[in-house]
């Protein structure tokens, strides 16, 4: 299973970012099944849960993103989103996109997000 994550880039403290997480290779019925978490590792740092979204769209966020980021996820073009608003220098990080179907995971190349005082 391949994910395509894209969106990144340098932004502003105060600034957005939408970054997408694509599974085109994915069949419809398989993406409707499948767990979808944001991760980020900065350098140094070990990597963190950001944000992710269950087959029935319930979210869980990490502490340090509540309210500022938020997770769609768009099933008929096998689509993950990461909406991140209010951006801190502290979210500069790769970000990984992953999928989970019957206990097994999958991990795209990340995106990186460069966030400037």
């Known amino acids: 299973v391949q994910l395509q994550a894209s969106g990144g880039g340098l932004v502003q403290a105060g600034g957005s970012l939408r970054l997408s997480c694509a599974v085109p290779g994915m069949i419809l019925s398989t993406f409707w099944q499948t767990d979808f978490t944001w991760y980020r590792q900065a350098p140094g740092r070990e990597r963190e849960l950001v944000i992710g979204i269950s087959r029935d769209g319930s979210t869980n966020y990490g502490d340090s993103v509540k309210g500022r980021f938020t997770i769609s996820r768009d099933n008929a073009r096998k689509k993950v989103y990461l909406q991140m608003n209010s951006l801190k220098t502290e979210d500069s990080a790769t970000y990984y996109c992953?999928?989970?179907?019957?206990?097994?995971?999958?991990w795209g190349e990340g995106t990186q997000v460069t966030v400037s005082s």
């Open positions: 992953n999928a989970r179907r019957s206990g097994m995971d999958f």
